[in-house]
């Protein structure tokens, strides 16, 4: 099986992020776009919580081509 050249690795590559805040209130996990802009957010009761889910979430943006991430968090191109 040959290797993927350059322009299909660029083309596959996911470019969203995860960020963890705490809070007040408990702790935060954010999904950003690629501009950074945040679209998605779960509040979680502790740090363990927060940082299970943003692993999950790492994982999910290095197995999945940026559409499927989108459809599998249900995030619309919409404002």
């Known amino acids: 099986m040959s ?15 995860v960020r963890i805040e705490r809070e007040d209130a408990g702790w935060r996990v954010a999904i950003l776009d690629p501009g950074g802009v945040e679209v998605s957010s779960r509040s979680c009761v502790d740090e363990v919580e927060a940082r299970t889910y943003a692993s999950t979430v790492r994982q999910h943006i290095e197995w999945l081509s940026e559409p499927a991430f989108r459809r599998s968090y249900a995030i619309t191109d919409e404002p």
């Not at 290797?3 to 992020?17: D, K, L, Q």
């Open 3 to 17: 290797e993927p050249t350059a322009s299909t690795a660029e083309a596959a590559e996911n470019r969203y992020g």
